[in-house]
């Protein structure tokens, strides 16, 4: 069946796929220290335009998300999230788990502006009781955010600004990262992303890989000891290489930002037949995910012959649902899809 | 390099490294949704002799053991372990990370023997002032072992009753067990491991895949929501198809068991030429790790041609080292450090 | 300087602390196995009318609720509170410490709507990917909530019922309970509040003791071995007779009522003198907090001459405040209040 | 009935009872802001002989345990203490609860020795997987221990160079400071505790107090926003007063000192009727506890006109208890117990 259900529904793209069987019999040490790992490392950091970056390998974008905002605040401390954050919503509590606080504040198409964090910080230091209250020590953001939108160059200018003003790390959720740069939206590089942020990943396991997001420490800030903390998160893999390899061929030839800017040109045709199809857009997106609404009736049709997301209900009578693209949506997948739209209208 | 150095230092045997590359361009839904983590589970409940047995795949042994132990035990208790125990030197702290106490018994030969943890526990009872002491809620034990030991049918059987009298569950660490099944010391099949404990773990990364650890909860006693709290631990994959296809092709046709016995007649083999060579056993240990004492002359020359594991020193002038064999090791490597010892006598 | 700073700005009601004083030199078991704790949870069951009830005293606010809530909820759930809870805003992220996340809703005047919990609840269940979320497994309110105003019957009973139709306890935080029960817009009695609660705290810090909170699980549910995993929180007291002795005082012939009513008496006539001052209120509360919006002008003269609580920044030109009483206040102190109003003005 | 069961089980000394209720009326700011805390803090810093000295206090004793150990330990890292150290045996894991290990060394008579120390920590950086295993960040003793002796100058300097040498704070439980100190073995005194150690704490519960233990931190290594951690674990008293009041009298003209130099004073007398009455020691204690051997029989029989404490099994006939002395033991029960013990001969 038809399958826009997300982009982490298919195994990695083949390139992946094949170094990791090119390299398979190699006996190599474990816990990462491989010379992939070493490898991939040393071509994010050209990637990032940053030499100095520290570069360390987890599975997943709970597991990273977790462990990179544990390991960077102090004791009284909590991070900052949109109220729609990934680690507010949707990751099972992951960071309070750690101990710490999410500390919610409003959000705008999933993005947190300026002048509420300004404001937010401002008002915290203002109240005489603050040392009773959970120290702001971070910002989280997500790019592109789970809505599939993305900051601009001065949104993110403006965010960085404020943390450095108030001394505290700017954190980047980048596990679709590849499709926000790759978007017709982006007015950033991957160079900007590490010089405006403290930390941000790379995610693979969205981005072509089986499993994998690269984090990336850019202002010489790994936490003392990293691999230690991982392991003791339960978060270090033996065959460390598994995304050594991933990640070397991923950044190889710019094959991230190809796996990126194919499926961004396919959501850009799958947008074109929703506008064609004149279903309404719960918003605009500008990535690799769409999200529309439909009518429950025309919803139900639809299933029946393609999978996609459900996002939230829309009113008694509608759903808002997403279609993603991924490395391996094809011009044939897009086709289907406008065929499908047609019949089910 | 000849490569010695662990169980974990080639990728995944063919077989298994086949299935993913076939099955890489299905779209199938995430989390462990798909029919192949179904159909895996299945082939394991069947191998296990054990039809109602509950199986959850993770990513590797630490976080299987974390996150077994902190969902099963209560509050007010902790987990009894040898001091060898891997939870208890080996794991960062990870248990201790989930706000619980591991519990150091006295070990022989890296496992722990019935009367040393019934004397616990008796004597736990008998302290008046018990309730301001940790409460032993588990048992942990490996098997194999560290030392590569096993246990036999009646030191299993004995552990078991003894968790029974207590009604405390016994947790068996299987990060290696096809290497203790398919022992000629084993006098246990699955089917017993799975009668005499209460939660077992069928390590894939030690043992052909490229990772992933099947927990097996065998007496309904899975714990309530538990991918609720494994995504809370940040320990569930997107792609559990990675942990499904793997398994499904290691419990295919008895390739777990085929890649384990592979293992130990290596390992039988190499054993013979240490026994040739003179060079003395640090233990006996009838699994694919095997641990010998060199002088430290001898230990520096030997690193020049081969890799293995440092374990411990033994005394000023001698060292443990541990050869361990794997799926992927060959007669021809069996000879080349045949022959690599004839010259480094 | 005259005092409204707050309701433990003074030591203990004279008559804890001569009870303290009498059984001072009584050699005592330790950690709350002596006859007074005895008899002070026996006092509090009757006063409950809920001979059933399990009875057990913490020493402070934040302790009560990091330890009931944790050892209350199970591992994959969190607890709902208002955005404005106590434990949301002024902990310093004590429940998120435990693991736990508390899921904000919005409030009114300081307390949970039954409709906004329905659908809190209902939308949380109807969404498909709610296993990737926190449960709500608890609901906490305070009563009288941190703007002092206080739950009607009718409103608890209705948290109470959606509570019971999701089975989660409802746990109401009572730092300042005599303070809601004796207010003169109070319909409900301590019977009530023990039955449509599963589990609440009676304020003795904030009400006339030293320290002391004394936690009533009312419905059979005291969690397994509480005592071992309130040590294990760094909260058991060695000479559990301070809250023992403290608590048999205040629920001797009425004692924790009478200070409550005498507070809330001052507080009327502080309201009173408000009124009449013509100062606005922030908002009605009817309990031993009141709340009025000041000019800062005038709030700077005042600050010379009486004492009381900065509560927030009302406009750029006003700010809110709050007077607080307690069993130390007197008829005197109020007048001093009057007279030094009628100056400032 | 005559009581030894513990050195806490009569409520405060007298005179520190008497200034609680000398200053109960007065107004205070909350939460350790009160003058009385500062001028205990002063106090303290005198009797310390150290004027940089940062203190805080806490209400017991495994809570500053785990309050001082969690936040001075970096995430990687765990705490060194002897087997029978109280934090490894008798808290409930409260060190665990806040993600740290205890790790455990031999002890002699309950104290560590230097060796030992020195081989662990060797041991540990020469162990070539040590980034897999828990750091060694600090070093808990207990002065006296768990068994009543106490360390020599000799021994503690040993243990503070060897600290040093790593670079990890040595950190002395003095939940019975004053007893060691007052010991006629004691050749150290306060100021030498303040130096050798980097933060320890003079124990007021089991000294005088009420409840309370002052927490000095003596190398300006509080940690960052020590109060809100304290807030987070629950253990921020409303009402600081009742420690500031408490520490400030037992601070006032060497009162803690005077308490503890009775209560051995009073050991004194009860070991030499121990020794009239041919008891065996179980050890040596110099300081208020004395551990004897007793037949069961006669255990039985003194069981009914005196309490005592239960320590552990000796043989099958025979029991090791516990006999304690504190600021309430008068020279009437020591005359009462020799006359009993001839009686239970």
Redesign the interface.
């Known amino acids: 069946?038809l399958?826009f259900?997300?982009d982490?529904?298919?195994?990695?793209h083949?390139a992946v796929?094949k170094r990791?069987?090119e390299?398979?019999?190699?006996?190599?040490?474990?816990?990462g220290a491989d010379p992939y790992c070493e490898r991939a490392k040393e071509k994010i950091r050209k990637a990032c335009g940053c030499p100095e970056a520290e570069v360390e390998f987890l599975?997943?974008?709970?597991?990273?998300?977790?462990?990179v905002i544990?390991?960077m605040l102090?004791?009284?401390e909590?991070v900052i999230a949109a109220r729609t954050g990934h680690i507010n919503?949707?990751?099972?509590?992951?960071v309070?788990?750690?101990?710490?606080?999410?500390l919610?504040v409003p959000h705008k198409d999933g993005k947190i502006e300026a002048a509420v964090l300004k404001k937010f910080l401002a008002d915290y230091y203002?109240?005489?009781?603050h040392?009773?209250?959970?120290?702001p020590g971070m910002v989280y953001i997500s790019y592109p955010t789970e809505y599939g939108t993305i900051y601009t160059r001065e949104e993110l200018t403006a965010l960085s600004d404020i943390c450095r003003a108030y001394r505290i790390p700017l954190f980047l959720d980048g596990a679709r990262l590849g499709y926000g740069l790759m978007s017709s939206a982006c007015d950033l590089e991957l160079a900007d992303i590490a010089k405006l942020t403290d930390v941000f990943y790379i995610g693979g396991?969205?981005v072509g890989a089986?499993?994998g997001e690269a984090v990336v420490f850019t202002k010489k800030n790994r936490?003392?000891?990293f691999?230690?903390?991982v392991?003791?998160?339960?978060?270090?893999?033996?065959?460390g290489?598994?995304l050594g390899v991933q990640f070397d061929a991923l950044f190889t030839d710019g094959l991230y930002f190809e796996i990126s800017r194919h499926a961004i040109e396919m959501a850009e045709e799958m947008a074109a037949i929703f506008r064609e199809a004149k279903l309404p857009f719960y918003l605009n997106s500008p990535t690799n995910q769409q999200f529309i609404i439909l009518e429950n009736d025309q919803m139900e049709r639809l299933k029946k012959q393609v999978?996609f997301g459900?996002w939230?209900?829309y009113d008694e009578s509608h759903t808002v649902v997403r279609f993603a693209t991924g490395w391996?949506t094809t011009k044939g997948d897009i086709e289907a899809l406008r065929e499908l739209l047609k019949e089910c209208q």
């Open positions: 069946m399958s259900e997300s982490y529904n298919t195994g990695a083949p796929l990791l069987a390299t398979n019999a190699e006996p190599l040490p474990g816990y599975v997943g974008g709970t597991q990273a998300n977790a462990v544990s390991t102090r004791d009284f909590g919503g949707h990751e099972a509590g992951a309070e788990y750690t101990g710490h606080k999410v919610e203002a109240d005489l009781n040392e009773h209250m959970v120290f396991t969205k089986l499993c936490p003392c000891h691999m230690t903390s392991k003791k998160r339960g978060a270090l893999l033996a065959k290489r598994l999978r459900f939230e209900k391996s």
